[in-house]
């Protein structure tokens, strides 16, 4: 019951990962302690998971939508609720139509969570039921969430979603539910994480056998199923891979970047991007 | 003893709401107690089915709930506040109106929190704010604040009701089992005089930063957050000044039914709502002032973001509601309030009554358009209360009035003491 562990906040694991050490005290984040040298390099030391989407090479064929939806649960709303606002993307494809006939430009932008590195979903939750791990994902405990919804409020990208009713799926639907992923209730947040059930999985196998996880080891589903390749998924901290080196380039941006957000999603597209 | 009986009959119009119970009484209990309990059909309904019974959704996820917490936090700032400042200063014209202030205090700080109770996705899971507290979050300073009031207030309610409760326990002895524990032994002696003198000193000075804190803190629940026309500095006194508006507007509309179904005509005199209702007056100006300087400010230098959420108040789909605010909270109330020959019992309700519509619209122009038009250009919301919300709405406020009416049955909705004070001061 490794996923279980992992997700219940009670768990020693979970504490130190939160940022708390044995005595329920808040040890390096948020100040108590200067960072030292020692601490800059273990930080370095430490994977900081990043995704790259190229929008020039992405086609809006929404298989990155599916795979995703396949491979964390994410429950059906059906047309009423759709209708509502209700339905969950945990990746959503965005398109967008500009001008009229003939000039007509068609765009496509897949929003995932944007894993920010200073998420101001966080700070906001009463219960600490979300929190930046720290390889940099903003993830979610399940358990521990009592749907305040604050967090939705205050992400500027919304990209949390709500559970308003219990999760259903079709019947014929139900048996090809991941094992690997938490199952949600009604009344709980949940959002995006990185398919964080795969890095914990690449994370057992590279223990067993002392090595640090290979770039491209880890394939999200988003990135597993993109047909033209648009999205790649990656360690930041690690010069050579190939994220890094794609969020380096000319093309790349960032959503919303003036809001200080620092998003770990990174998008490529000649020229400028155009946000209105 | 003689003395109390004398006092006992010389305000017999006090204390006749507590014996007398006639047909208003019940035509009013029984519809109002059958709302309310319509309401916890309404929450069991939505505890049972999920959140997806009300009228919210993606990003609309702070609707009806909060603009009816925010809105009766805000009733419940003008009774304490008002009431310990009129105190402080000695200003004698405040004695019949205190109780019935601190009593709307108490119980509009009751029914706001609750709002919290119906929006949570897991109610039943509440208490995990106090065991897992982050205080980081804007919540949980604005949970300590309220909790903090509300004790003050009921403290500050009670404290200044002992006198009458040692009157009550002499002169109803059928009723001793209330009023006996709750006297606290009160005979009236000197010393138990100068300790309520001081006890009500105390608390008059520390309800009033309690009560200018709470409103802050509600209003940086939307303040600190990143969502356009939320995050502003202006905020704070905003909130708290509106919190005292709609609050007297509240004190105003109570008495003035107070004074006509208990006929307590020569204690609320025409005075007490002249100087209510120019004490409304310079809170109608300063809501004016305030709302125009927020939107001048956002409209001269205002990003995108904002200048979308602006365009969607002022002109677009929420511009009718607007303008229905503008109107009831300074169009209709000013005139009203500005003239002498209007400003009487009658002038100051149908000000108050246009204040309370206005100022509840306030909140849901606060918390609605910003929700409805976040940052990002793909997302849109629109929003329209579902059945369980106007029950929950409905419910709530007819809680809120029930507790009002079913207090005025046991205890004197108008200090007696002080009352009594005052005349032998005189």
């Known amino acids: 019951m490794i996923i279980w562990e992992g997700f219940s906040p009670t768990s020693q694991r979970e504490r130190r990962c939160i940022g708390f050490n044995k005595f329920g005290v808040r040890s390096a984040e948020f100040g108590v302690r200067k960072k030292t040298d020692h601490d800059h390099k273990h930080e370095m030391n430490m994977y900081r998971w990043g995704m790259v989407i190229d929008l020039d090479r992405c086609t809006g064929c929404q298989a990155c939508v599916v795979a995703c939806r396949q491979e964390n649960n994410v429950p059906f709303a059906g047309e009423k609720e759709v209708r509502l606002g209700r339905a969950k993307f945990w990746m959503n494809l965005i398109t967008e139509v500009k001008g009229n006939y003939p000039d007509v430009e068609m765009h496509f932008i897949p929003i995932p969570c944007m894993q920010c590195g200073h998420p101001p979903c966080t700070t906001v939750c009463p219960v600490e039921a979300t929190y930046k791990n720290p390889e940099g994902i903003v993830a979610q405990i399940y358990p521990r969430c009592i749907g305040v919804r604050m967090c939705i409020s205050n992400c500027p990208y919304t990209v949390r979603y709500f559970n308003w009713y219990a999760p259903s799926w079709p019947e014929e639907y139900k048996r090809g539910r991941n094992p690997d992923v938490y199952k949600r209730r009604k009344g709980i947040t949940e959002k995006c994480n990185f398919c964080l059930h795969r890095i914990r999985k690449a994370k057992e196998n590279t223990k067993l056998e002392k090595r640090r996880i290979r770039d491209g080891e880890i394939v999200p589903a988003c990135m597993e199923t993109c047909p033209s390749g648009a999205i790649t998924f990656g360690d930041l901290n690690d010069p050579k891979s ?20 620092e998003p770990k999603v990174y998008y490529l597209k000649e020229g400028q991007w155009d946000d209105q | 003893m003689i003395n109390r009986e004398a006092i006992a009959l010389k305000h017999s ?12 009484f019940w035509i009013t209990v029984i519809p109002l107690f059958l709302i309310f309990v319509w309401s916890f059909f309404a929450f069991a309904w939505q505890y049972h089915w999920g959140l997806g019974e009300t009228g919210m959704g993606h990003p609309m996820s702070w609707t009806l709930y909060l603009v009816n917490f925010v809105f009766f936090i805000g009733i419940s700032h003008a009774g304490t506040l008002i009431s310990a400042i009129l105190r402080i200063t000695n200003a004698g014209w405040r004695t019949p109106i205190t109780r019935a202030a601190e009593v709307v205090t108490v119980f509009a700080l009751a029914a706001g929190p609750t ?38 207030c009921v403290l500050f309610l009670y404290v200044l009701m002992i006198p009458d409760i040692g009157l009550l326990r002499d002169r109803f002895p ?6 006996g524990p709750l006297s606290l032994g009160w005979a009236g002696t000197e010393t138990q005089w100068k300790t309520l003198k001081k006890a009500s000193a105390i608390l008059c000075i520390a309800v009033i930063p309690v009560a200018v804190s709470v409103h802050t803190v509600v209003s940086w629940v939307f303040g600190m957050q990143t969502q356009p026309m939320w995050h502003s500095t202006i905020f704070g006194p905003y909130f708290v000044a509106g919190a005292i508006y709609s609050g007297i507007a509240a004190i105003i509309l109570v008495a003035a039914i107070m004074r006509r179904v208990y006929r307590l005509e020569q204690y609320l005199q025409p005075i007490h709502f002249n100087n209510l209702g120019l004490l409304l007056l310079v809170m109608t100006l300063l809501w004016f002032y305030f709302t125009f300087a927020e939107y001048l400010t956002t409209l001269y230098g205002g990003g995108k973001e904002e200048m979308a959420v602006f365009w969607v108040k002022v002109a677009g789909k929420y511009s009718p509601l607007f303008w229905l605010m503008v109107l009831c909270c300074f169009v209709i109330p000013f005139p009203i309030l500005a003239f002498k020959r209007t400003r009487t019992v009658l002038g100051t309700s149908i000000a108050s009554v246009f204040i309370l519509i206005g100022m509840w619209l306030e909140r849901y122009l606060i918390i609605i358009p910003s929700l409805s038009e976040p940052r990002l250009f793909y997302e849109r919301g629109s929003y329209m209360p579902s059945w369980v919300e106007w029950s929950m709405m409905a419910g709530l406020c007819a809680g809120f009035t029930l507790a009002i009416i079913l207090f005025s049955k046991f205890f004197p909705v108008i200090s007696i003491w002080e009352v009594e004070k005052e005349e032998n001061d005189k």
């Open chain 2, 115 to 152: 709002n919290i109770l119906f929006d949570l996705g897991r109610s039943s899971r509440f208490i995990w704010v106090t065991t897992h507290a982050q205080f980081k979050s804007p919540l949980l300073w604005d949970f300590t604040c309220i909790m903090a009031y509300f004790t003050t």
């Open chain 2, 174 to 179: 059928g009723r001793r089992w209330l009023y």
């Open chain 2, 13 to 24: 119009r006090i204390l006749a709401p507590l014996t007398q119970t006639g047909w208003l």
């Open chain 1, 242 to 261: 190939r994220v890094y080196r794609l969020s380096k380039s000319r093309r790349a941006f960032r959503l919303l970047e003036d809001l200080g957000t």
